[in-house]
């Protein structure tokens, strides 16, 4: 098995390939166009230099080989058993100012197909990368998405809604023991405050009574209408948890679009290996685990000065 962590770098210093959604617009668009922007960006700074045939000038002409034809061994990095999608010069990134001028939050998408165990480990990999990257000791907010798990206002005005009898009580468990990590993280002073992402009223009466530090947040995605439930914001309001509004992907990026972005095809960054004999790449099945998204924001400005993205996903034989 192959550890692959990708990497979008800062996006705020992107040029026009990267293409930010709308914020009406519930997509991943972002994540993906950065990542293929940045494989690309890579993949162009490790392309060699060849000389031109003399045979149709008078002078060699430089010129630069195809990205197509450059093995991904030249811009990625292996480190601590991960492949690195591409590689990071950590010692290059970081904000410019001193922590107590920014505003440091994360989001940590937890894909389909980990435990709770696999979620544990994979929080504390995912804050240490966006702590290397921006070269900082703590964010001040780090929300979760857990897979499968949708906010649907209608529930709101339902007299007595229902769990769905597809596992919800277990994935409560699986919830509860994954807070445990976020909890571990806010007791070391890593995270100042965690949150969560798609609970209705419902779900958090059943979760509260479990945890020992309380989400600060809530933030959950509004379809079709621009209001939250008066019941949800009650009940917010009772436990002193503030509501906020997303349009994130719940699963965000899904295998076919991690194996569209890596493989041999003509967007594909020639990471894994295709169908076709005789293709070069890593072999195996990918599924992806977990995505992080992470934002600084200068204080007293208001302005975003770093966001990205890192993704952790395994390729299995």
Known sequence: MTRLILSTSNIMNGGPSIIRRPASEKSNVELINALRSNFLASKQAFAPITNGSSHTSSHDTARQKPVQDIPYSEWTAREDGSLFVPSIDFAQSGLAEERSQYDITAKLFFLPHTSA???????????????????????????????????????EDEEEPQWSQDGEGEDLGAMVETWKAL?????????????????????????????????????????????????????????????????????????????????????????????????????????????????????????????????MAEVRD
């Open 117 to 155: 165990t696999e979620r544990c480990r994979h929080t504390q990999e995912a804050i240490d990368l966006v702590l290397r990257e921006l070269h900082m000791p703590s964010i001040d907010l780090l929300i979760v998405s857990f897979p499968g798990v949708s906010f649907d206002a209608d529930d």
């Open 183 to 311: 909890e571990s993280l806010h007791s070391k002073g890593t995270v100042k405050q965690i949150g969560l992402s798609e609970f209705g009223s419902e779900r958090l009466e059943k979760f509260l009574p479990r945890t020992k530090v309380r989400p600060s947040v809530d933030q959950i995605n509004v379809r079709d209408c621009c209001v939250v439930p008066k019941s949800l914001i009650l009940y917010a309001k009772q436990e002193k948890i503030e509501l906020l509004t997303h349009n994130d992907c719940t699963n965000i990026l899904p295998s076919g679009t991690v194996r569209e972005l890596l493989g041999t095809g003509e967007k594909g960054a020639g990471v894994l290996s295709g169908a076709e004999e005789g293709s070069k790449g890593l072999k195996g099945e990918v599924e992806p685990q977990w995505v992080v998204k992470y934002t600084a924001v200068v204080r007293d400005r208001g302005v975003i000065e770093n966001k990205g993205y890192f993704a």
